[in-house]
């Protein structure tokens, strides 16, 4: 097995070279555009997996809202290339979606079956990359994801603003309103490892299972970080964000199984501060 990982910096990214060990291929931005066909085709061509895994994406969600050309380019029109390329070489293609392609409507968890509707540009991008893959490549998995932390990146996560604007600012505004499934980076790649060795081609749901609201999220991180500051409930409209966001997104899978989000936060505190975890974050405020 030869995984080529494009979005190799990003933080799924990396998590995937890591789980992956030996058989990944890291496929930086540096190294192949996957909005320009011709760096698509000459760098898969000559790297030749079995499998490739796009985990590069454009997702600051109110950047897409500003930036619709760019987020479809990057979300949508580049998996049309892949999809060719990963044809030519009979390579399975697994794209990384999102929790954002749902309305949020439902107010129970979103299974592999419920029917998607975007309500901003990302989740549309995304969604839109779905339907070019199911049309156009042969052998596929779509694994759609949410709310991610852990791991390295460039974008800060959820618990990363959280836990940066307590610090500095020693209070912190969050959505009552908005409920997700907090996702470990770790279990994900596991399960996307997991999943692309075992299971038949399709779409999947991977997110760490349960739910529960911004603010009650940031208020474990709170106590199990023994973070001291002051959280503020608000409702999303509140935020004036420009995107809209779905107002419950969490996802629910009927192909498989991810440990409770409460455990993989616990897991992650024990991984990444296993000294003294909180006084480390706690001292500055
Ligand atoms: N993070 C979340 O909470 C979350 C939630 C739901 C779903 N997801 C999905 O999970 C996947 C990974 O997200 P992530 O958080 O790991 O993203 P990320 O940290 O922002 O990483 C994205 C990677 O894509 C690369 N990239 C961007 N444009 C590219 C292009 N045109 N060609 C090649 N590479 C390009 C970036 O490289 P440069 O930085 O060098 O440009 C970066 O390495 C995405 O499909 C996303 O939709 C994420």
Not at 247 to 258: D, E, P, Q, T
Not at 268 to 280: A, L, Q
């Amino acid at each position: 097995m030869k995984v080529a990982i494009i979005g190799a910096t990003g933080r799924l990214g990396k998590e995937l070279v890591n789980v992956f060990g030996t058989n990944s291929i890291p496929v930086t931005h540096e190294m192949l555009d996957i909005t320009n066909p011709r760096s698509v085709e000459s760098v898969l061509m000559k790297l030749n997996p079995t499998i490739v895994i796009n985990a590069a994406v454009y997702h600051p969600t109110d950047l897409c809202e500003l930036h619709p050309d760019r987020a479809f380019l990057v979300n949508t029109v580049a998996l049309k290339y892949l999809a060719d390329v990963c044809n030519r070489l009979d390579a399975t293609l697994v794209f990384i979606s999102t929790d954002y392609v749902f309305d949020g409507e439902k107010g129970t968890p979103y299974l592999e079956d419920d029917r998607p509707n975007p309500i901003n540009i990302y989740g549309l991008s995304k969604f839109m990359g779905e339907r070019i893959i199911c049309q156009y490549a042969g052998r596929y998995y779509i694994i759609r994801t949410s709310a991610i932390f852990g791991g390295e990146g460039k974008h800060k996560t959820l618990v990363d603003k959280v836990v940066a604007q307590l610090r500095d600012k020693g209070y912190i505004r969050m959505a009552r309103d908005v409920v997700i499934s907090p996702t470990y980076v770790n279990d994900v790649a596991n399960m996307i490892k997991d999943i692309v060795s075992n299971m038949e081609p399709g779409l999947f749901h991977c997110a760490n299972s349960g739910y529960v609201s911004c603010y009650e999220f940031t208020k474990h991180l709170m106590e199990v970080l023994d973070i001291k500051g002051e959280v503020v409930p608000v409702e999303l409209t509140e935020l004036n964000l420009i995107a809209r966001r779905p107002k419950f997104s969490a996802l629910g899978s009927n192909k498989i199984r991810m440990p409770d989000w409460r455990d993989a936060i616990h897991r992650w505190v024990n991984s990444t501060y296993s000294e003294e975890p909180c006084r480390e974050i706690s001292h500055p405020l």
